[in-house]
C-alpha cells in the first residue's frame, strides 16, 4: 500500500476543500475556487469529473446544470466545442467570466502543489487514467468512489497503483474483498446517520487505523435530512461550537475532513494544537 497523502502537507489531519472553496461570484469545480482552497490551508481538493461526447474531461458535477449555467442541458450529452463557449453563473443566476475547466487544466495548474480527489469519475475511469499519466501526476491522485465490483474491477485493472478510498455508507461492505485485490487500497469515507453507526464505532475506527488505513470525514452537509456524520457538520461548527463538528471528527480519529468551509476549518485545527 502506498500512500502519498502527505506529500506537500505534514499535518495530522488534512483538510479536504469540498469542490473548492465558492461563493458569492466564484463558482465551484473551478481554477479560482480551487486556488482560494489551497489559500485557505486545504491540503487536498475534491472536484466532480465528466467525460464529453467526444471524450474530453471537464470538471463538473453533472446535474447541477440548471444551477450553476441557468440551463437545462446534459453536459454528458454535449462536445467539447460545445461546453468551452458556456459560462458559470453566480449566487443571483448573473453569469461570471468562467467557464468550465478541462481536466488537463486543473491538472498542469495545481501539478506539484496539492493532492487531487476526483469524484463522480465512474463512466470514464481509462480516460481520466490517461489524463493523468499524461501529466505524470499519479502520486497526487486520490481516487474515491463506492465500491461496486465493477467500479473495483476497472481500479484493479487500470488504476492498482492509484491511491483509493471506497466510501462506506453505515457499514463496511468491501474492505475484506478489496485486501484480496490488486488495489492501493489506503483508507475509506465513512458516512454515518448517528453515532451508533457501525462505522462510526471506535472498535472499528481503531481496527482501520491498526491496519494502516487513513479515514475520512465529511463534514459537508448536503442535505440537513441526510446526515453524513451524525451531525457533526460544518454547519454544527460554524453556528454553535466547532469543537462539536469538526473537532469531533478529529477527536474520533479521522485523519482527513471534508468542508466547504476551508479557511474556517483550517484555523480552527491549528488554533487547537492538532495541526501546526
Not at 440548471?66 to 468551452?84: F, G
Not at 478541462?102 to 495545481?110: S, Y
Not at 481516487?143 to 485493472?157: D, G, R
Request: aromatic residues 10%; proline residues 5%.
Amino acid at each position: 500500500m502506498k500512500n502519498t497523502l502527505h506529500l506537500y502537507n505534514q499535518d495530522q489531519v488534512q483538510v479536504a476543500a469540498h469542490r473548492g472553496t465558492a461563493g458569492v461570484n466564484i463558482p465551484c469545480n473551478t481554477i479560482p475556487a480551487f486556488d482560494i482552497a489551497l489559500r485557505g490551508g486545504a491540503s487536498i481538493l475534491e472536484m466532480d469529473l465528466f467525460k464529453s461526447t467526444d471524450g474530453e474531461i471537464f470538471i463538473f458535477h453533472t446535474g447541477k446544470e440548471p444551477y450553476q449555467l441557468n440551463k437545462h442541458i446534459d453536459l454528458t450529452q454535449m462536445s467539447s466545442e460545445e461546453i468551452r463557449p458556456l459560462r458559470l453563473i453566480n449566487v443571483d443566476f448573473n453569469p461570471t467570466e468562467w467557464g468550465l475547466n478541462t481536466f488537463d487544466e486543473v491538472l498542469e495548474h495545481f501539478k506539484g502543489r496539492c493532492i487531487l480527489n476526483l469524484d463522480r469519475f465512474g463512466s470514464c475511469i481509462p480516460d481520466v487514467i490517461k489524463v493523468v499519466e499524461r501529466h505524470n501526476m499519479k502520486e497526487q491522485i486520490l481516487l474515491k468512489y463506492a465500491p461496486n465490483p465493477a467500479i473495483l474491477k476497472i481500479i484493479e485493472e487500470v488504476a492498482p497503483d492509484y491511491m483509493f478510498m471506497p466510501i462506506y455508507m453505515e457499514e463496511d461492505t468491501a474492505s475484506e474483498m478489496i485486501e484480496h485485490m490488486n488495489i492501493n487500497f489506503m483508507g475509506a469515507e465513512l458516512v454515518f446517520q448517528t453515532e451508533q453507526s457501525p462505522v462510526a464505532q471506535p472498535e472499528y475506527i481503531e481496527k482501520m487505523k491498526k491496519n494502516g488505513k487513513t479515514l475520512w470525514g465529511n463534514a459537508v452537509l448536503y442535505n440537513y435530512k441526510v446526515p453524513l456524520s451524525a451531525g457533526h457538520t460544518d454547519d454544527v461548527s460554524m453556528m454553535d461550537d466547532p469543537n462539536k463538528g469538526w473537532g469531533w471528527l478529529a477527536d474520533h480519529g479521522f485523519d482527513i475532513i471534508q468542508t466547504d468551509w476551508t479557511y474556517q476549518c483550517c484555523k480552527y485545527l491549528k488554533d487547537k494544537g492538532i495541526n501546526k
